[in-house]
């Protein structure tokens, strides 16, 4: 495997806030090539917050393989931000294209923002 890792963090689109306590935070890098076939996964974290919850910026590692890649491909980080210990709800998604890898997007230190779900 020719490995890589995509770096970032993640913010609030509207500033403030961050994952509350027992929430499970899951980062995917996908091939968004085909809409009408869906995305494909190439990599993920999954980070679980524990008790004290996390304040946003929250750091992500996304390991990947670089010959999954094709060039004439579109890449995206996709971010989902749920409460796992009480009501299972998810909290936090990122609701626009964070485009990555390929057509001159970031290759790392991607900043991936998420909205709050009411």
């Given at each position: 495997?020719?490995?890589?890792?995509?770096?970032?963090?993640?913010?609030?689109?509207?500033?403030?806030?961050?994952?509350?306590?027992?929430?499970?935070?899951t980062v995917h890098l996908l091939d968004i090539s085909l809409p009408?076939?869906?995305?494909?996964?190439?990599?993920?974290?999954?980070?679980?917050?524990?008790?004290?919850?996390?304040?946003?910026?929250?750091?992500?590692?996304?390991?990947?393989?670089?010959?999954?890649?094709?060039?004439?491909?579109?890449?995206?980080?996709?971010?989902?931000?749920?409460?796992?210990?009480?009501?299972?709800?998810?909290?936090?998604?990122?609701?626009?294209?964070?485009?990555?890898?390929?057509?001159?997007?970031?290759?790392?230190?991607?900043?991936?923002?998420?909205?709050?779900?009411?």
């Open positions: 495997m020719s490995s890589a890792t995509l770096n970032g963090k993640i913010v609030s689109a509207s500033g403030g806030g961050g994952a509350g306590p027992q929430s499970k935070i009408d076939r869906g995305s494909s996964s190439l990599g993920g974290q999954i980070i679980l917050t524990g008790a004290r919850g996390r304040p946003f910026p929250i750091s992500f590692k996304i390991p990947y393989d670089t010959r999954q890649l094709n060039p004439s491909n579109r890449y995206s980080v996709s971010v989902r931000i749920e409460d796992v210990g009480g009501d299972q709800r998810l909290r936090w998604i990122s609701t626009t294209h964070s485009r990555v890898l390929t057509f001159g997007h970031p290759v790392d230190n991607i900043t991936v923002a998420v909205s709050a779900i009411p």
